[in-house]
């Protein structure tokens, strides 16, 4: 089975700040490895996808992560927020094999303070 | 560009009332889904469909069932609706069931069971 932890469940940052959204997955096969973000009273965007390759993955709107197959982590970074970048951020990972369906993290609310 | 739609947006139910939630997608996309959204626990997967005719199971499907008649619509039927059912409910779909088919949602279906 395979499972994704997000640690930390909100992350004040101020404005023009970096951030650093933590995600630790667990599974026993190879995975592929997703982040979204869902903007208030909206359903979920792609914002990146790790699926083999290099190991540090850009996405849109300036965000990347970096794949860290020994520590089983896909952390989200952003050298500079945005007040628009407020929104809940969620790691996701698929299995190789099977189903292949998303299992979800709990979700992470980034708070972008000005 | 309308993507994937649900109706309603907002519903209200007494326990034991049955209803059906809506979604719709344009894209001539194989796979659909249904997720539902609980504080802290991220989404998961209630059902799922990967072509007109073929529905399964996925990790929370007890309550829920659906089918797939077209392959532009995927309902979800609540028989008996129960306090448990209060939960924001996510139609997604993609091109075809994988990893390399990002997931396209919908805005969303907030229920109250009471």
């Known amino acids: 089975a395979q499972s994704v932890t997000q640690l930390d469940s909100q992350v004040p940052v101020f404005e023009e700040a970096p951030v650093e959204l933590r995600c630790n997955y667990s599974?026993?096969?190879?995975?592929?490895l997703f982040w979204y973000v869902q903007y208030p009273n909206q359903g979920l965007q792609l914002l990146l996808k790790?699926?083999?390759?290099?190991?540090l993955v850009k996405g849109i709107n300036g965000f990347e992560a970096e794949f860290n197959k020994s520590q089983t982590s896909f952390h989200l970074r952003k050298p500079s927020v945005h007040i628009s970048d407020t929104a809940e951020y969620f790691c996701?990972?698929?299995?190789?094999?099977?189903?292949?369906?998303?299992?979800f993290g709990s979700g992470t609310r980034l708070q972008v303070q000005p | 560009n309308a993507g994937v739609t649900q109706t309603p947006k907002f519903q209200v139910l007494k326990t034991g009332q049955s209803m059906t939630l809506q979604c719709a997608q344009d894209m001539n996309h194989e796979y659909m889904s249904w997720y539902r959204q609980d504080p802290g626990m991220g989404l998961r997967l209630i059902h799922y469909?990967?072509?007109?005719?073929?529905?399964d199971q996925g990790e929370v499907p007890n309550g829920y069932n659906v089918s797939r008649s077209t392959t532009e619509d995927f309902p979800l039927r609540l028989l008996s609706a129960a306090p448990s059912q209060t939960s924001v409910y996510f139609c997604?779909?993609?091109?075809?069931?994988?990893?390399?088919?990002?997931?396209?949602f919908g805005n969303g279906t907030r229920l109250t069971v009471t």
């Open positions: 790790y699926l083999s390759g290099s190991t």
């Open positions: 599974s026993s096969v190879s995975v592929y």
């Open positions: 996701a990972v698929s299995m190789d094999t099977g189903r292949r369906a998303l299992t």
């Open positions: 997604a779909s993609s091109l075809r069931q994988g990893y390399n088919s990002p997931l396209h």
């Open positions: 469909s990967v072509g007109a005719g073929i529905t």
